[in-house]
């Protein structure tokens, strides 16, 4: 880098680079510009799939309360669990 011109005893305040200095920082400049775009445009993409991801249109089932004898008896868990009890009972 070299100093504008000015006195020799103070350099003038005006900071000029060499052409392929200013070519350098064009480039920094750029790809820095680059990975700000980078950034905003998957920060845009995964913002919608995150928010959709929270809610769900699909009703839960009601809590059921159990004793401990039909939580351990296999037949309770049938009527709710038909596809589990199934391959379950297959097996």
């Not at 006195?7 to 920094?28: A, F, G, V």
């Amino acid at each position: 880098m070299r100093y504008g011109s000015g006195s020799k005893t103070e350099p003038s305040r005006r900071l000029t680079l060499s052409p392929s200095e200013k070519s350098m920082n064009q480039r920094l400049t750029l790809r820095s510009l680059d990975r700000h775009r980078a950034t905003v445009a998957t920060l845009a993409l995964m913002l919608p799939l995150g928010l959709s991801a929270c809610g769900s249109d699909e009703k839960l089932p009601e809590a059921v309360s159990l004793t401990r004898d039909e939580l351990l008896n296999p037949e309770t868990c049938k009527e709710c669990h038909a596809t589990h009890y199934e391959e379950w009972a297959g097996s």
